[in-house]
């Protein structure tokens, strides 16, 4: 198996990995964060428009340069190496994947408006009441005339209080856990009728609760594909996930190492202490299980729907295992300073901590794994 | 607060002269005074005895200088207990002094240190020509290292935290209950409702563990290294419980809640548990931490009881 990459991929890397450390340093991060937007739009316009990035995992007829998920890969991962709060995975992976597979003429008009920069997108799918079950959904689009009307609340949305549009999973008809009747909309996120209560998340975002009420959406918001699409758009974002995971163990790990060397307690470098040593090679040993299920989650991406899952599911609860053994030792071998802000490993910490979850917890994805690959 | 009654209050209690018994030990029974820890410093964390902050003598008084860190609650405390270097020129556990310090006392300033809930809860304590009486000295002079070690172990079997513990998990049954997974209450998950009871076995043998050093204890056997073995139990219980109950929240864990600002009405996002959950699982690294590493727990337990 040929697992290098191209050159192409290579000087993406290189581009994205050069100007975020010159732009994502500790001072720079926190200030954008204290900032009342929560963020610097800059960085997203120069990701886009002078780096021309976010063509790479988009096709040439829309403007792309032929990429796919390998690409979202290595930008993921160069993301989570500094904990970067750019909304790549709702933008391109999660908005631009539903509407590359969805096509039509909404795809058309939207994938450009990612490239240039211009649309910033928010996924609206958890609820309050749904833990991780995606087709666990009591929001309503009920046709009306040639379109919809929403009604309903969603829960956590990241990167909402930025974007341009909202892509929402809502139901058009069934029960409430039912797989048949939900569907995805990509609407505009200033429609009349929507409310958001905004606020930060603890790993360094903004999210918001976003409310519907009788909000009008034409008939063409709707993206064909129903939960199949949702499924899969979903299980694209969690190998991202995986892939920005990769990068914040690494550097978790390397940042650990470097300030164990510095360290000095009984007159020597913590780093001289065996326990630290063997814990520290333990936590470099998890780090790179979760560089190779990031790799094996992208890669099974285009199998059938039942393999995609499994093999999605195995790769989180790895990546969500490792991830939580690498932060809490990271955290443990810097003593009292890793528990401030002072500190970038607590910020890595922090966003590790929300990867565990984001898509679904451990249990959930090994119970989800042993349900599609075990007979009952 | 626990740094009086179980911390400086026994150091008095055992070391202390009969005025500073009088003067100190009715108000730390009270409450009235408040008391902060000034053990840690930016060069000797793990490494206590290699602390510098120094304290000569000027007539009836000691003049400190130096540097204190991670001083939890010195924001609020009348008073606090710290070591300070009495003599360089000796082996360092053997030039220590404990002294007892009125926080106003001019040239102490206080920094606050936030940590990754957001919580301001330790802080750095600057001490600039602090001049302290000879009368707030407990026990002899460059003999602190013994009051040191004796509040230590206290503090470890403190650390063990069986009642918060139980409160703690009868806490995550409470929400699990209520907190649903799909058509079931989450505590009739299996993997979750396994993990709830593995915690309970686990506090269940740490608090037997700890009413057999009790017992030893009120034989006579003051709490020694034993102390050890609750303080890594307590603090990775304390730490589990966190973990869960961030699991609990789903996604309602994310939101950070910064509070009821003033004329702000607004309630947490989520259940009203839930934006408390990643803070506190942030927070709670701390127990492995402080009151000698867990790292630091091993040795005294290969060394101390092992003998190796
Ligand atoms: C099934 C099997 C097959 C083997 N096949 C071969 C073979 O084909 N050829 C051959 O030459 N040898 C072979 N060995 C021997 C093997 O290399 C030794 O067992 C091994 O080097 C350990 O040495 P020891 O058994 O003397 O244990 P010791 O070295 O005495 O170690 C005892 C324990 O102390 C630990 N320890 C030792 N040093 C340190 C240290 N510095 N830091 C931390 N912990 C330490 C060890 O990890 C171990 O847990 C085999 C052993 C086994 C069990
Ligand atoms: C929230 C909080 C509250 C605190 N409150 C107080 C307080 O009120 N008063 C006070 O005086 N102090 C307080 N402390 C300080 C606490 O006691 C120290 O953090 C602790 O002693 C560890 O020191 P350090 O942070 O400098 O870590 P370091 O000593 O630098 O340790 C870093 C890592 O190295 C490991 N290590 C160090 N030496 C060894 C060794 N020999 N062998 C193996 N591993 C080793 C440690 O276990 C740790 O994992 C508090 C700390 C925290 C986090």
Redesign the interface.
Known sequence: MDLSYNETQGMLRETLARFLADTYDFESRKKMLASPTGRDPGIWKAIASELGLTCAPFAEEHGGMGGGAIENMIMMEEFGKVIAIEPWLQTVVIGGGALKHAGGALAEATIPAIISGDAIIAFAYAEPQGRYNLADIGTTAKADGAGYVLNGHKGVVYAAPWATHLLVTARTGGGRRDRAGVELFLIEANRPGITRRDYPTVDGFMASEVYFENVAIPGEALLTGGIDLIERVVDEATVAVCAEASGIARTMVNQTVEYTKQRKQFGQPIAKFQVLQHRMSDMFVEAEQVSSMALMGTLKLDEDAAARKAAVSMAKAKVGRSLKFVGQNAIQTHGGIGITMELGIGHYFKRGTMIEGQFGSIDHHLDRFEALSYPA | MPFGLSMVGPVIYTFGTPEQKAKFLPRILSGDDWWCQGY?EP?A???LA?LRTKAERDGDHYVVNGQK??TTMAQHADWGFFLVRTNPDVKQQEGISFLLIDMKTPGIEVRP????G?EHE?NEVFLDNVRVPIENRVYEEDKGWTCAKFLLAHERTGIAGVAGSKRGIEKIKEIATTE????KPLLS?P??RRKVAELEMDLTALEYTELRTLAGEAAGKGPGPESSVLKIKGSEIQQRITELA??AA?????????GFGEGDN?HP??PDWAHRT??S???V??T???GG???VQ?GIIAKMVLGL
């Open positions: 840690s060069g964390g793990s490494d290699s860190t991670w240190i936030i940590t990754l957001g330790v649903m997974d799909g058509d998950n993997f979750f961030l699991e789903g996604h309602y864990g994310a939101p950070y809640f910064r607004e996002i989520g990643a803070p699982y942030f927070n690294r701390k492995t931490i402080y590493s867990n790292e091993r």
